[in-house]
T-cell receptor
Framework: GESVGLHLPTLSVQEGDNSIINCAYS??????FIWYKQESGKGPQFIID?????DKRQGQRVTVLLNKTVKHLSLQIAATQPGDSAVYFC???????????FGKGTTLSVSS | NAGVMQNPRHLVRRRGQEARLRCSPM?????VYWYRQLPEEGLKFMVY????????ESGMPKERFSAEFPKEGPSILRIQQVVRGDSAAYFC?????????????FGPGTRLLVL
């Protein structure tokens, strides 16, 4: 079956550190992956996406890495700030071709 | 350019009542998706609509739930005869393109509480 999961439910870091949030997916046919950030009481906010024909993609302070061999996805946040505190979800494009399949999320806590 | 709009933001209903959740997609977007999120969990897909058409409703319960996206006006997710298990956050997302790799942008959600 299809599933998207995250290795750790919580991650605590100090301000200024680099954060790495991991995600494992099970469907080798998935070809599109997205990271969303969700703050308390708000909807998911798009952070960055990556296609299956890429291994790495960089944005502003964020990098997504895709390892198709082991079906692993990670989000790296450089110089983590208190405003980065939120729940982070990875999502994959399901076999239906339209629905996103979400994992359960990792709660990132950044302390000053 | 306004983002995805949802209303109401909070909705309280008693068991047996009807709940209507509205979603206005981003300007220029004609594809709408509804997701449900239970506490401490990720989002679960419910239904995908284009204007006047339901494209994929594989994630929506067969009974009591319905969705529409009329030619004019917002998309509506309707829950009839609500039960306590319907309490959740309901999110709408929109995109400009269908196909393999469109980006879905989410609204702020409607938090439904069934008493």
């Amino acid at each position: 079956g299809e599933s998207v999961g995250l290795h750790l439910p919580t991650l605590s870091v100090q301000e200024g550190d680099n954060s790495i949030i991991n995600c494992a997916y099970s469907n080798s046919a998935s070809d599109y992956f997205i990271w969303y950030k969700q703050e308390s009481g708000k909807g998911p906010q798009f952070i960055i996406d990556i296609r299956s024909n890429m291994d790495k993609r960089q944005g502003q302070r964020v990098t997504v890495l895709l390892n198709k061999t082991v079906k692993h996805l990670s989000l790296q946040i450089a110089a983590t700030q208190p405003g980065d505190s939120a729940v982070y979800f990875c999502a994959e494009k399901g076999q239906a071709g339209t629905a996103l399949i979400f994992g359960k999320g990792t709660t990132l806590s950044v302390s000053s | 350019n306004a983002g995805v709009m949802q209303n109401p933001r909070h909705l309280v209903r008693r068991r047996g009542q009807e709940a209507r959740l509205r979603c206005s997609p981003m300007k220029g977007h004609s594809h709408v998706y509804w997701y449900r999120q239970l506490p401490e969990e990720g989002l679960k897909f419910m239904v995908y609509l284009q204007k006047e058409n339901i494209i994929d409703e594989s994630g929506m319960p067969k009974e009591r739930f319905s969705a529409e996206f009329p030619k004019e006006g917002p998309s509506i997710l309707r829950i009839q005869q609500v039960v306590r298990g319907d309490s959740a956050a309901y999110f709408c997302a929109s995109s400009s393109l269908a196909g393999e790799q469109e980006t879905q942008y989410f609204g702020p959600g409607t938090r439904l509480l069934v008493l």
